[in-house]
């Protein structure tokens, strides 16, 4: 079942790129039906609180194993991911034109980042985990610079890419020392681990964290990702790609908790996120902005809970995940509406939009209050359980996390007021011109909002959601629950006080005049890195690059060369004998003759000639060595070769280019290096031991395995059989290679004591010239 959710949506992908160009905007609802399909098994693992488990070996030797694992933390995340990309895919077919251009790709690729954020939540061990984490920054690349002919949105892509992939390598990294020191096949079974090597797992893993997230100072790349079209906002800024930090630690926590640095580094991390990303929202006049910083804001939340670890605090941290996936989502959806039916995403030029679009201020007040932790809406027993779990800590850590989520929710319900009053009561009072109402944009967000209101009076069901995914991180969590009413605890009393201050300060900055943006910190810094980077690497391509196939020719024996000096060490020169009998002795000197007189050589046929020399006699120190199939395949290349060079040289001057004595020099002692390579490599590796022989393995192996009694044959049909397959191949390649040179027709230079020896290359030739 759980290979069957990958290949569905992979074959939605296959589907959609064959036929999007056809269908246009309404190719995000093919999309959406492998989603749908997702959200469905994940709804009914959910409930049933079932764990299925699949996997197969990809390298067995390395204990590589791609495994997926639906279990009921999975289950919650595969649920939001999959359940809000369907509405995201309807509210894409409201948002695009009819007339949009590369709609049918771009929907592709939103289906290709669903199915890579679908594979990272279902991870089972590092490397599956690793491989889907990867593919979400390729795929997020491409949904962010979507506008390929424009600069910013380039710009944003590549600088998105840059940091996440970054990332993706300092996790690689986590993960290697993690696989050391917590040997374990699956994510699920670590066990809890202290030590160095736990401690710089957990700082890389860390890291990889806030990368993906968009913790400070990794955050730059995420406002600029607001350059994508605003379906792919809402959803790689909800339950997608910024909550792959989020899971990354919610499952690593269980091996890594316990380390000396995981609680302090991600609360760090979580607080700066929290402080920064609240003082962008209360700063910037776009209103996508406002809600991309918040984001910013909102998962420093979360990773300061994870990092505490307690149960109560893990079980606070995926209720607010989850709640956070909805009410973003609708708010997203409202801007991009907005944007589509004004013209405008600055506050600046909006005004009264409440009476205007009064469907859409109902959805954004709805959301709004979620995400500001106000009854009756879903955020606020999720935001009650943080401050609980606050409450519940003890000494200096309770002193941390209640400074870090009291203020950070102070300032989350400031920058929520100022939105609202910004986006929809701001202006002179006279309502913006809007146009029409697209109902396939409308749906999905009042859908979603529907969900933030109703989710709040079926609490309980939520509850039974939510508590299970918190048990698998810590199974404390299992006591736990979401409460409609706490009553007048405290909790509840600083929560309102939280309200009534963070209402204060967003009204106050709500009537403050900003006249300009704000720019992001930072990020100016990483394009001109990439900048230079990309000029450092032009600058060396260019030399290094330069075009000369000797100059590659002799790097290359070169630096093969030098790399078999160790091997003299391991050289046992009793073993050197000399030639078995006069037979080899003259053909190893006819060799080596034919070899030197190659150099001296100054037409082209007669050097073809002299190599071929060297390959028959070859041929023949093969013969007297007793290997009658590596002369038969050494005749059959040597004739090839000669062929394909007298066949060539009809299209060359007769004689080679002059040299200079340097330049002639030179490639003499590079060859002379390789020849002494390739000996010391030969001598040195003869040293080694001799394995046991085979013979008898094989043997029995060739009647039981490969239903043969002719081991000889077995092992050519059986072993040799993909070996020539390839050397056929290879062949193949060349012939059609030495083909398509005859078949040119280049303008031939001629040296100038020869002008006449080549025929002009016209139409007129008969094919006997040709």
């Not at 995926?318 to 709640?323: D, R």
């Not at 009264?352 to 995400?371: D, E, I, K, N």
Request: proline share 4%; charged share 10%; hydrophobic share 55%.
């Amino acid at each position: 079942m759980l290979w069957s959710l990958l290949v569905v949506h992979l074959l939605g992908v296959a589907v959609i790129s064959v036929v999007g160009t056809r269908l246009a905007r309404w190719s995000f609802l093919v999309a959406a039906l492998p989603m749908a399909f997702s959200t469905i098994v994940a709804a009914i693992a959910l409930v049933d609180q079932t764990t299925t488990r699949a996997e197969f070996t990809w390298v067995g030797p390395l204990d590589l194993t791609i495994a997926l694992r639906l279990d009921a933390f999975s289950s919650l995340i595969a649920l939001a991911v999959s359940g809000i990309g369907v509405l995201v895919c309807v509210y894409a077919a409201g948002y695009f034109s009819a007339s949009a251009q590369g709609v049918g790709r771009f929907a592709a690729t939103l289906l290709g980042f669903s199915t890579a954020m679908l594979g990272l939540v279902l991870a089972d061990t590092v490397w599956t985990m690793f491989l889907f984490w990867e593919l979400t920054s390729i795929t997020s690349f491409l949904l962010v610079g979507h506008q390929r002919t424009d600069l910013v949105a380039r710009t944003a892509a590549r600088r998105a890419l840059v940091i996440t992939a970054g990332g993706g390598l300092v996790l690689l990294g986590g993960f290697v020392v993690l696989n050391d020191a917590a040997p374990g096949r699956y994510l699920s079974d670590l066990e809890p681990v202290t030590g160095t090597g736990a401690t710089v797992a957990a700082i890389l893993i860390l890291i990889a964290a806030a990368t993906k997230s968009a913790q400070v100072p990794f955050h730059i790349w995420l406002p600029g990702a607001m350059k994508a079209p605003t379906p792919v906002s809402a959803y790689l800024h909800s339950a997608t790609m910024v909550k792959a930090g989020v899971v990354l630690v919610a499952v690593a926590s269980p091996a890594l908790a316990q380390t000396s640095v995981w609680t302090p580094l991600g609360v760090t991390f979580g607080t700066a996120s929290m402080v920064w990303g609240a003082i962008g929202a209360l700063r910037h006049l776009d209103a996508k902005l406002i809600l991309a910083w918040g984001t910013v804001s909102q998962l420093g939340l979360m990773i300061v809970l994870l990092s505490f670890g307690s149960g109560k605090a893990v079980f606070a941290a995926v209720s607010i995940l989850f709640a956070h996936a909805i009410f973003k989502a609708a708010l997203f959806m409202i801007v991009g509406e907005i944007d589509i039916r004004t013209g405008t995403r600055d506050i600046r030029e909006l005004s009264g939009l409440y009476r205007s679009m009064p469907l859409a201020y109902g959805v954004a007040l709805v959301s709004s209050l979620s995400m500001a932790g106000v009854p009756p809406m879903l955020g606020f027993p999720a935001k009650e359980a943080a401050v609980e779990a606050a409450l519940g800590l003890s000494g200096g850590e309770r002193t941390v996390a209640l400074i870090a989520i009291i203020g950070g929710s102070v300032l989350t319900v400031a920058y929520t007021a100022r939105f609202i009053l910004t986006v929809f009561h701001g202006g002179n009072g006279t309502p913006t011109a809007v146009t029409s109402r697209r109902w396939l944009m409308a749906a999905p967000a009042v859908f979603l909002g529907a969900c933030t209101l109703f989710g709040f009076a079926f609490l309980g069901n939520i509850t039974n959601w939510v508590r299970p995914a918190a048990v698998t991180i810590n199974n404390k969590a299992v006591v736990y629950s979401l409460i409609r009413w706490p009553g007048l605890t405290d909790a509840f009393l600083i929560s309102a006080g939280i309200v009534a201050a963070g209402a204060a300060l967003g009204w106050a900055m709500s009537r403050r005049a900003t006249d300009t943006a704000p720019r992001t910190i930072g990020a100016d810094t990483v394009d001109m890195s990439i900048d230079g980077s990309i000029t450092i690497a032009r600058h060396i391509a260019a030399r290094v690059q330069h075009g000369s196939l000797p100059g590659y020719v002799l790097t290359m024996v070169a630096v093969a060369a030098l790399a078999t000096i160790p091997f003299i060490s391991a050289i046992d020169f009793d073993m050197i004998t000399g030639a078995d009998n006069a037979a080899q002795m003259v053909l190893a000197i006819f060799v080596a003759a034919s070899a030197v007189a190659s150099t001296q050589v100054r037409t082209r046929l007669g050097a073809a000639l002299v190599l071929g020399s060297v390959g028959f006699a070859i041929a023949g120190l093969f013969v007297t060595s007793g290997a009658p199939d590596l002369v038969l395949t050494q005749l059959l290349v040597e004739t090839v070769i000669v062929v394909g060079f007298v066949l060539g040289l009809g299209r060359l001057t007769t004689t080679f280019p002059r040299h200079g004595a340097t330049w002639q020099t030179t490639r003499i002692g590079v060859s002379l290096m390789a020849a002494a390579a390739v000996a010391v490599g030969l001598a040195g590796s003869a040293r080694g031991p001799v394995p046991a022989s085979n013979v008898e393995r094989l043997s029995d192996e060739a009647v039981s395995e490969g239903g043969g009694k002719n081991v000889v044959n077995v092992i050519l049909t059986d072993i040799r059989a993909l070996d020539t397959l390839g050397e056929i191949v290879v062949l193949a390649v060349v012939a059609v290679g030495v083909l398509a040179l005859l078949h040119r027709r280049p303008e031939v230079v001629l040296s100038p004591d020869e002008p006449s020896r080549l025929p002009e290359p016209t139409d007129n030739l008969t094919g006997a010239d040709r």
